[in-house]
């Protein structure tokens, strides 16, 4: 069922764009970054975020997910109807790093030309920032829908995801029946995301003098073999799997190589441990408990072939010591792939929503990393699209930025995505 065009134009003409980037602006000021010793949190920006939503007149809830990490839950009830739409945006942002590195202050939001610069104006303040004021012109327009739109201003995205995870455990999810995830993906629709396997490993030897090698047990040759394991298996992954349309190809990426495990390291001194970190990315196509199983048979194997090597070495040279390297396996994150079909009614309405703001044809993509909408996809099989104004590129760096004409635009996407997909009859 079409909607009529003066009902489209109703609700655009709700999105006002000096109010979106006033809001925008008020939050960018607020230092967001979750840092004890700084004292900053999530708090103010939230609380910020509850008190104009309860201006506008929206029902607002807040949930404590720790100290001063609140989740704020706004909703707007736009019809009888069982469809719940979600929009869901983080408050916290990374650090700025050192800001005399920064052309601009990285928590003055200040606008240049038609780009506002600061932490978080991209990821992802100004996104929810846009679907606050999409769902003000909703409520605005009194246009009657079926069903609601809740606001998930979430806390901890960026670290351990705690807020989204909260969010689920208290039984928020359960009427969500779609949800749009506010990030900048450049007007893109991204309608999967790569998982990712996160692991450490934790090698055991024994210490010795540089000059005295044989009198200690030297992780390294173990820490070759996992890294020589890990390029074997991403090449595996590869031939077997292939590249996926959206999301690229899978990868075993050691990113942390660290020996001593603790102290200073030292030219002479062979370290007791050492540890490896890997980033594994994954396609749909890969098992996640196949990868668990090879990442322990990694660890099994390579300390086996370095034991095996050692022996070699003390049967030619007469020595004789204990070769027990140990190399214990911990996997510090398991998030799955996400995938929405792309004839899932809140793709659909990202489709049409686009074409009719944007004018043009959507793009599809995929998200190469995590977001909170992972555990919303997988705990609760609720179908999700990524998607919103900023530059892919430039989250997390110095001089992050976003284009206030494509926040505008998103705002108004936002706000055509929930009133089609709650349109009656729809």
């Known amino acids: 069922m079409s909607i009529p065009s003066d009902v489209v134009a109703k609700v655009l003409a709700e999105v006002d764009p000096d109010e979106l980037i006033e809001l925008t602006s008020q939050l960018v000021r607020i230092n967001s970054v979750w840092d004890l010793e700084a004292g900053t949190s999530e708090a103010d920006a939230a609380m910020h975020v509850a008190g104009w939503c309860r201006d506008q007149g929206f029902f607002v809830e807040i949930d404590q997910v720790a ?23 983080h408050t916290d942002v990374v650090t700025p790093g050192d800001p005399a590195d920064w052309s601009y202050d990285p928590f003055g939001a200040q606008i240049v030309g038609r780009r506002m610069y600061g932490r978080g104006s991209n990821d992802t303040k100004g996104n929810l920032c846009a679907m606050l004021i999409a769902m003000a012109a909703i409520k605005r327009s009194g246009v009657s829908l079926s069903g609601s739109i809740l606001g ?9 995801m705690s807020g989204v995870q909260d969010f689920i455990k208290r039984g928020r999810a359960d009427k969500v029946s779609a949800a749009v995830i506010c990030e900048p993906e450049d007007g893109i629709i991204c309608i999967s995301q790569k998982g990712a396997v996160r692991v450490r490993f934790s090698l055991n030897g024994r210490m010795a003098h540089g000059a005295m090698p044989l009198s200690g047990l030297n992780p390294a040759p173990a820490i ?8 074997a298996m991403e090449l595996a992954a590869i031939d077997t799997h292939g590249q996926h349309e959206h999301l690229g190809w899978p990868s075993f990426t050691p990113t942390v190589i660290k020996a001593p495990g603790v102290g200073a390291p030292q030219l002479n001194v062979i ?3 050492a540890e490896v970190l ?36 003390d049967r030619r040279t007469g020595f004789d010591r204990e070769r027990n390297i140990s190399i214990k396996t911990e996997f510090l994150t398991d998030r799955p792939c996400t995938q929405t079909r792309p004839d899932d009614p809140v793709v659909l309405a990202a ?24 555990f919303l996809w997988a705990l609760k099989d609720i179908p999700i699209v990524t998607m919103g104004a900023g530059d892919r590129m430039v989250p997390h760096q110095k001089d992050e930025w976003v284009d206030l004409d494509q926040l505008i635009e998103t705002a108004k996407i936002y706000a055509l995505i929930a009133l089609d997909y709650l349109w009656p009859g729809g």
């Open 224 to 231: 070759a073999l996992i890294i020589e394991g890990l390029q």
């Open 271 to 273: 370290p007791a441990q």
């Open 152 to 160: 998930g201003v979430l806390c901890d995205e960026e670290e351990h």
């Open 351 to 374: 489709d049409w929503a686009t074409r009719r703001v944007a004018r043009k044809e959507p793009v599809y993509h995929g998200v190469p990393g995590a977001t909170d909408g992972t």
């Open 67 to 89: 100290p001063g990490r609140p989740n704020v839950i706004v909703t707007h009830q736009a019809g009888p109807g069982e469809r719940c739409l979600m929009f869901e945006g």
């Open 278 to 313: 890997v980033d594994i990315r994954t396609i749909p196509s890969q098992s996640h408990e196949q990868i668990k199983h090879d990442m322990l048979a990694l660890a099994q194997s390579s300390a086996q072939k370095t034991e095996r090597l050692y022996e070699e070495l």
